[in-house]
């Protein structure tokens, strides 16, 4: 860009001809200034990306699991006020239709039923369930933030609201857990795939879309409470708690 400039810049010109070079050197030079600027703006990016990567690292594995625990336990009350405000406008006669649990997608993946057998699996056991289960709830979580714009429910602006709310906690913690779980060794960055083939349309009448939107819901609920009970059953053990008190 800069040799193009200066080789027009050499060209005599009168009148209109010298009017039209001044006006493409400025041309030149703003791109120039704004590709500068990029260049910069980029690099301060890239910067910001490494030092706060680095940051993360440097905490102590106890401070990243309380943060941890605590995103957990946003996620799991959100995904519980969910399927209470579903709860409220949804037909009793769709809670027949409705799967079992054991239907949810996740349900492939073998996982402790309560905290008693949660504290008899290893830290990189429970750190690998939890990712895992992170990981299976990306594109669930997407159909969900898609379908609840047009959901055929009074609340669907707030259900909306708490959903892309979830998929920010998912995100977030999720990228925690990848920084912790890069300090706790090769099992614990092993994560189980879960894929989810339910599709993106949830139906045509009000009933089936209510109904499978509740599903995935009740699904997420459970899967947020096993993935806050792992995290915490490891804050406890980081903190070298009796397991009583977990």
Not at 93 to 113: E, F, K, V, W
Request: charged fraction near 25%.
């Amino acid at each position: 860009m800069g040799a193009k400039c200066s080789k027009r810049a050499k060209k005599t010109a009168t009148g209109p001809r010298r009017r039209r070079r001044r006006n493409r050197l400025r041309t030149c030079r703003t791109d120039e200034r704004t590709m500068a600027q990029r260049r910069i703006s980029g690099g301060k990016l890239f910067i910001t990306a490494v030092y706060l990567v680095a940051m993360c690292r440097a905490v102590p594995v106890n401070d990243l699991l309380d943060r941890a625990s605590q995103r957990s336990d946003k996620m799991h009350s959100l995904s519980t006020l969910l399927t209470q405000e579903m709860d409220s406008h949804f037909p009793p006669y769709g809670r027949m239709q409705m799967p079992r649990p054991a239907d949810c997608h996740t349900s492939i993946l073998q996982t402790p039923n309560d905290k008693e057998q949660a504290l008899q699996v290893s830290e990189s056991d429970l750190m690998s369930l939890a990712r895992s289960l992170l990981r299976g709830w990306v594109d669930p979580l997407a159909v969900l933030s898609t379908n609840a714009i047009t959901l055929p429910h009074p609340a669907k602006s707030s259900i909306s609201s708490k959903i892309q709310e979830l998929q920010e906690h998912s995100k977030s913690l999720a990228d925690g857990l990848d920084i912790l779980s890069g300090k706790m060794g090769p099992a614990a960055q092993t994560i189980s795939f879960l894929p989810y083939t339910g599709g993106t349309d949830l139906g045509q009448d009000r009933v089936t879309i209510l109904n499978k939107f509740n599903f995935l819901l009740s699904c997420l609920r459970r899967d947020s409470h096993k993935i806050d009970s792992f995290l915490k059953v490891l804050r406890c053990r980081a903190a070298k708690l009796q397991p009583e008190l977990c």
